[in-house]
Every structure is written in C-alpha cells, then in structure tokens.
DNA sequence: CCAGATTACTTCGCTAGCGAATTATTCGTC
DNA sequence: GACGAATAATTCGCTAGCGAAGTAATCTGG
C-alpha cells in the first residue's frame, strides 16, 4: 500500500520532530484511524437520515429502541445505558421526540416510578426510511473490503470491544 | 470465539426480530464495534488527562498544536481542519487555552488577518504530562492484540480510511 | 488606485448534553 | 406499619460547539 492516508502522515510528522518521547506507532495508528472513522460515519449518517426530516441522535434513540428484546419500547435508563448518554440527557432527547410524535411516555402502572417509552407508527415510519438511507452509506464504505476482510476485521475489532465490556 | 460482545447480543436481537429488512450483519457489526470503541477510548482519555487538570478538547487541541511540521505553532483555521471542529468552536477553545496560560495568540505581521496560535513552556509541560497517561491507557488497550494482529488491524482500517479521506 | 470580492477570525444566538439537586415512589427493616 | 434508604426520572445551571452574521484586512481587475 503506497499510499498514505492522513494517519500516515500523522505518525511520520511525530516520528520526525518527536523522536525522543516513548511512543508506538502502531498503536497510535489505530487510535486515530478509529476516531477518524467514527468522524466520517457520524457526518454520513448525519446527512443521509436528515433526507427524511431527522438529527443523527433522534436517529439513534429511535433505533435502540428498536433493536432490542421488547422492540418498540423500553425505559428511560435502558436507553441512556445503551446510547452512553446520562439520564438528563435522554429526558432532553424524549421530550424532543415525543413533541415531534415519534415516541410516547407513559407511567408504568406496577411502578410508578418507571416510565415506558413507546414508538409511535409514526416514529417507526421515520426510523426504517432514516435507517435505510443511513444503511446504504455504510455498506459504501464496508464495499472497500471483501467479505474475508470484513469478517476479519470484525474478528479483530471484536478482540479489543470484549476487553473493554469485561474489564 | 465463543464470548458474545454486546455487537454480538444487538446484531443477534436485529436477526430475531426484523428478519424482513435488509441488513448486512458484518457491515452493522463493524460500525457498532468502531462506535463502541470511540466511545470507550474518549473515557479513557478522558479520566487519563484529567489528572494532571486538563479537559480532553484541551488535550487535543494541545496535541494537534504539537503533532506537525511546525511543531507548536499553528492558524485557528489549521487547527479547526484536523481537530475536525468549526471555527467558532475553535475560537472558543483557543479563549480558554490562553487563558489557562497554554497558548497565546498574535496578530501575523505581514497579513494582519492572519492568527499565530502559539503553545507556551507550561502548555508543552502539561501536553507531555496529559500525553504519557493517555498513551498508558491506549497501550493497555492495544496489549489485547499481539504485533502481527496490530498491523493487520492497522491495514484494514487504512483501507477504510483511505476511502474516506479520498471520495 | 479604488471598489468589490475574498479571506481569517470573532461574535451572537441557540442547542445538546452533563452533573448535581430535586421530586416522587417503592423497598427494607426494626 | 412507619421511617430511612434506595431507585427512577426530571429540573436546573452551566458548558462546548454549531451555523450565520459581522468585522477587519488583503487581493484583484478595470
């Protein structure tokens, strides 16, 4: 592979003015490749699901609600766990998507604590156009490897997200 | 690789509930994975760089000032560029990195428009100290995967990124 | 040589999100 | 069965960052 990529260039410019400081370059590499790529995927799926009239975290709080064990509905709490937003947070993000009808909050009955999140048709609508649009940018960057790079890459990536859930 | 991680459980809730929609479960599987690791590396610096008093943003922006071929020394613009931030937010990082005596700005003298970010001796000072627990942390990270498994990662997600910087 | 376009940065108004404090409800124990 | 601890969510005050508008300096073409 001759050619370089912005990280390339990175870790020479270090290599070259900062050779003194303990530093690998490997390792370095990877750091920034994944920051750089989760950079890029956010402006992709920010622009792709903002066709139909949606940010990226409504996009995303729409979606874990979708993609879990009991689709379509959940606690304030699950969701802020799953999307690593605090608690505040998710009351922002719910009262934005309940006054734009896509959600709808109601106190579960045995606890009255607890709040039941549910999708709306609506909400759902939106969700499966935004999620298709966003589904097609990715499977344009994932088009850069073949299916025996994906699965390794997937093998690898797997390694480092396992040590950090278990750690 | 009998362990499951939660890209596992969540692409698996994906297959068992909405089997009717397209989905192409290693391209899911990678961005899911890439996202989560962001997500962890931006704690880990995070609480890394917070004992020596410093916030991420500041580190990076430290960082970018010092990683280039005119090491610690640079334009807002420049800045804003590779910190993949506007130039508003800029602005308003570079007044909180002058204030906390990091950096200092100047007018350029032959184009007066023009801003000359500097770091000061205590800016470098903190940047090294910030630096050498972030790269602890990374390390500890990358110590899952073994030197030939470091390259490979490496090399696939240059394809990756390569795509990204060159489309 | 000067009027309009361009460039570099800053200011302004606004939004998403955070942590801490608050409210409301339920659990646990004596 | 009542009182303190724990739990679930929301409110509050605040910060980082965005896009658009503004300011100031420089370039450019007639």
Redesign the pocket.
Known sequence: MAETDWTDRHVARWRSHWVDIHFDDEVEALVTRIGRLQRFLKSTVQTAVAEVGI?D?EYETLHSLMIRDTPGTA????L?EDL?????????????LEKAGWVQ?TH?P????????EITREGADIWRRAMALRGAQEEELASVLNDRERVQLNRLLKKLTLWTETR
């Open positions: 940010q975290f606690s304030p709490t699950d802020a690593g937003v605090s608690g505040a947070g998710m009351t922002g993000r719910l009262d934005g909050r579960s045995d606890d009255r604590r607890r709040v039941v999140v």
